[in-house]
């Protein structure tokens, strides 16, 4: 099974700060690749696909980049709608099923 | 608009089982398959598996095999997540959400409220 690994697991920053989240494949995986923002007991909101494609309506602040084993997820000036935790999610299209990083809760 | 609907929250004993249901509406249903995730107290989210509803093909991740069973009724536009023979560590908010069929590397764009599953004795 390919592993998903974001790092680091939190992060503290302040309103303005730029900050960047990193999440590693153990083997190649492309650009399969998305990215989630989550609220505290809310449904995650889709943020990236295809590791650099912005979903509709979110804020062009929020960037993707990345292919084969090394992904980073970029928020340009965070916001302090931006505290929340992160998660990346890869697509197996050889199994058809999907793994979700561990996450990392980015804290003033 | 668009939405995912998801059934209210279970409390169950050890060993029981739980059918959680998703109810689509604003867009046509056999075009999303739709995929359940959950999330135990403080912890990070776990794929599950997922669902065709046009065909009704469904996966499931190893860890669940055998004891998930999805299906989904066109009727009422609904897909349902059985888990069985459940443990207290199944206790945890479940989530259904929806990706474009064919499209399964565009990510999980619109997602239900979530439904608490509480397994405890």
């Known amino acids: 099974d390919i592993q998903m690994t974001q790092s680091p697991s939190a992060l503290s920053a302040s309103v303005g700060d730029r900050v960047t989240i990193t999440c590693r494949a153990s083997?190649?995986?492309?650009?399969?690749l998305a990215w989630y923002q989550q609220k505290p007991g809310k449904a995650p909101k889709l943020l990236i696909y295809?590791?650099?494609s912005l979903e509709s309506g979110v804020p062009s602040r929020f960037s993707g980049s990345g292919y084969g084993t090394e992904f980073t997820l970029s928020i340009s000036s965070l916001q302090p709608d931006d505290f929340a935790s992160y998660y990346c999610?890869?697509?197996?299209?050889?199994?058809?099923?999907?793994?979700f990083g561990q996450g990392t809760k980015l804290e003033i | 608009q668009v939405q995912l609907v998801q059934s209210g929250a279970e409390v169950k004993k050890p060993g029981a089982s739980v059918k959680v249901s998703c109810k689509a509406s604003?867009?046509?249903?056999?075009?999303?398959?739709v995929h359940w995730v959950r999330q135990a107290p403080g912890q990070g989210l776990e794929w599950m598996g997922w669902?065709?509803?046009?065909?009704?093909?469904?996966k499931s991740a190893q860890k669940f095999q055998g004891r998930v069973t999805m299906t989904r009724d066109t009727s009422v536009n609904t897909v349902y997540m059985e888990l069985s023979r459940l443990r207290s560590d199944d206790t945890a908010l479940y989530f259904c959400?929806?990706?474009?069929?064919?499209?399964?590397?565009?990510?999980?764009?619109?997602w239900g409220q979530g439904t608490t599953v509480t397994v405890s004795s």
């Open positions: 604003g867009y046509t249903f056999t075009d999303y398959d």
């Open positions: 295809r590791a650099s």
């Open positions: 669902i065709n509803p046009n065909s009704g093909g469904a």
């Open positions: 959400a929806r990706i474009r069929s064919g499209y399964s590397n565009y990510g999980l764009d619109v």
């Open positions: 999610q890869h697509y197996n299209s050889y199994s058809n099923m999907y793994t």
């Open positions: 083997q190649s995986i492309s650009g399969w």
